[in-house]
């Protein structure tokens, strides 16, 4: 009996632990990552042939380089991984002092004529943001909100319905459908399996100069016959299906809804497009509802030319064409993350690896529609903002313009640093990943969705254990800082000689344009000047704030030769990366 | 002797018990039921942060336990602000007021912030 009983506990307690693996498994806490497989995953080899890595440095510390007898110039990239902004320049040395931005163009230690360049050549636009609201304010609940056994949608679904060019509609533009537009399909286009209808606002139409052909082009580009030749293709193969299986056939639009909405209004205010899942719920739920898959794009943007005569590939089209891919992943991460692989408990995805994943979309299309990557808009305001603000937050409610084009800047330059390290399938993995709930960490701190979501999707790629977030946020800033030397390698390469850093998913080769940030610039011409590359802080005119991930870059010695010391105080938190460039 | 089959009984109802805990974490058939919470007040735990995709993004707070089957609860308030520009990433607790069940799938529902509990503001 005694033996029987030993047998009982020790079932049982192997029954414990294997449920505790689960739970831990199930928390994301296992410990495998400690252990990893003897290496650290936050080691990485830095190699460059006109970069020399000369140390990593926290606190106080004392600064030290051979530069060796050629001149080279030393360069501090700080890393503010400490959980708060921090004042970098107050705490390295006495001889930083503080700047505000009326000091700005001081602080830059390249100044560049603004002729030099060329015209800007489009204002990067934004994704999201429909006209004049700050806030959505959901309509009054109906009776029926809440259970799915109930309130079937009193119409025929509409998501299946099918239509021809001249059908007429009124498609609602808000939550509870006090604002709508009468709007007539001008365009569509199939793949043999689905369609994609253009839908234009009956007010605007003819207003701006566009033929329908416009809308043929615009449809074309989005979805025809034939396979990997479209943006449907393209973006669906990495991301996933936009619609499929789940489990609320009565507040769900249907899982076999694959035809796809394209309205084309003035959305105003300068914003290009947005996504709202609004339109996959039955209009039972909210009364504007379009019940279908369905995205918005600005048809001011669209219909504008750059010279006498209107084409796809001018830049205001080229980047809506740019914005159908951005938008496009945000209706499939809704399906793909929020609703099949999180029915019950409603978690949202973070709303920076969303934004991140949809510019990706973007770089991800640009060579095979052959129009400009989202760098040629974006790396100049990410130039300004690499210091200000956190890639991980949202711009909160109320920002002004300039904050929100920062901000997906910095979505934009943190997805072009992974995609270009990690591939194009990192962002199939990134869309393959349930909504991880959060888990209170022993200090106190949290690992959000987002976070999550990325170190295992790189694990998944790697095969190995991930980097810290923090220790991508320091390598990303790395390899922007090197990227004028296409012979930096992984991880701190995002410039390849050839022009391109190619990589496969589900046999589609995904072309992106390598990067040389200190080709790109911001135009400042309204404050009196230009800046290209990244923002180089000198001595004297240091760095004020540094947000919590944000990175920095110093020119702490220009042209030195032999052996370079000097004393640091560094922030708790903050990593300080030395490096050392031949001199020009 | 009674007592070795009390023990045994005893070992065989925890064996059971763990046996059906276990599978049970992974079992989505059954969608939890979300009563009718409106008006109720209640001081929540977990991570603010701003979910889904612009411009319909919000401020919401995933809670570490979730309540009544729901992980994540869309903020509303004056409170909401401060939150947006000091908190974001961050570990609270809140006071809040559901104001509203969950629409349905991707939908969270949606609570009033009456206190910033911690960290203190």
Known sequence: MRALLRLLTITAVAVLFVSCEMVQDLLGTSSDDASGGGSDPNDATFSSSLYRLEGVYEGVSTVTADLGASPRDVYYVFSNLSGSRVNVGDAITESYVLWGPNDRVQAIGQHFSPSAFPESRYTPAIRGLPPGRSQVVPQTVRESVGSDAVGASSVAWRALSSYSVGSTERLYTNLDGSKFVEATVRALSSDGTREVYIWVDDVIYNSEGLIDAAYEALADRFLKSGNDNDIYDWVTTIFGAPWGIHDSPVSLIPSESDDIHILLYDIEEGYAGYFWSKDNVASTYYGGSNERLMFYIDHTFFAAQDGPTWDISDSGPADMVSTLAHEFQHMINFYQREILRDPDNYFRVDTWINEMSSMVAEDLVADKLAIAGPADGRLGSYIIGAAEYRVTDRYPDGSNINVIVTYYALYYSFGAYLSRTYGSQLFTEIARQPIAAPAENIDGSSNGNGEIALRSAIEAVTGEAAPTLDELIRRWAIAMFVSDDPTATVPFSINESDGFISSQTNGTTYNLESIDLHGYWNDFSAAGFSYRGPLIFVYDQALVGLSDRGNAFFLARERGSNLFQEAVDIPDGVTLTVLSRESQ | ?121
Do not use: C
């Open chain 2, 1 to 121: 002797m009674t007592r070795t089959w009390f023990f045994f009984g005893a070992a065989l109802v925890f064996l059971s018990v763990v046996l059906a805990i276990v599978p049970a974490r992974g079992n989505h058939e059954d969608p939890p039921s979300v009563p009718d919470e409106t008006n109720r007040t209640i001081r929540v735990r977990g991570r603010v942060a701003y979910l889904g995709n612009d411009p319909h993004s919000f401020l919401a707070i995933n809670l570490f336990e979730p309540l009544d089957g729901n992980g994540t609860f869309r903020l509303y308030g004056p409170l909401v602000d401060v939150l947006a520009r000091n908190q974001q990433q961050d570990t609270v607790t809140l006071l809040i007021k559901i104001t509203r069940e969950s629409p349905g799938p991707g939908f969270p529902p949606e609570a009033e912030v009456l206190e910033i509990v911690s960290p203190d503001e």
